[in-house]
């Protein structure tokens, strides 16, 4: 079973950055790919950006280029570094880590851009 522990959502004006970090815990052994998803209201969940625990990245489209996740095996966290955020960028953003083909979810931290 894995735990994970999402932090750094807030309220960003557009044009802003922010910081989200997601701690991995309890039976933590063969954690593939780590990742970033975010729900808007009245949309479905989205992949954000994911990392492999190689160090291979995948972004969406619509972050490319204000995105960066970055990921500590040692600590076994995932941090996803958003700049140039946007209204559209609102939504509860949940850390996602697949272990041995099951999946494990945050319970989510929410974002909200807006002036």
């Known amino acids: 079973q894995v735990q994970l522990v999402e932090s750094g959502g807030g309220l960003v004006q557009p044009g802003g950055s922010l910081r989200l970090s997601c701690a991995a815990s309890g039976i933590i052994f063969r954690i593939n790919v780590m990742g970033w998803y975010r729900q808007a209201p009245g949309k479905q969940r989205e992949l954000v950006a994911s990392i492999t625990n190689g160090g291979r990245t995948n972004y969406a489209d619509s972050v490319k280029g204000r995105a960066t996740i970055s990921r500590d095996n040692a600590k076994n966290t995932v941090t996803l570094q958003m700049n140039s955020l946007k209204p559209e960028d609102t939504a509860v953003y949940y850390c996602?880590?697949?272990?041995?083909?099951?999946?494990?979810w945050g319970q989510g931290t929410q974002v909200t851009v807006s002036s």
């Open positions: 996602k880590a697949d272990q041995l083909g099951k999946g494990y």
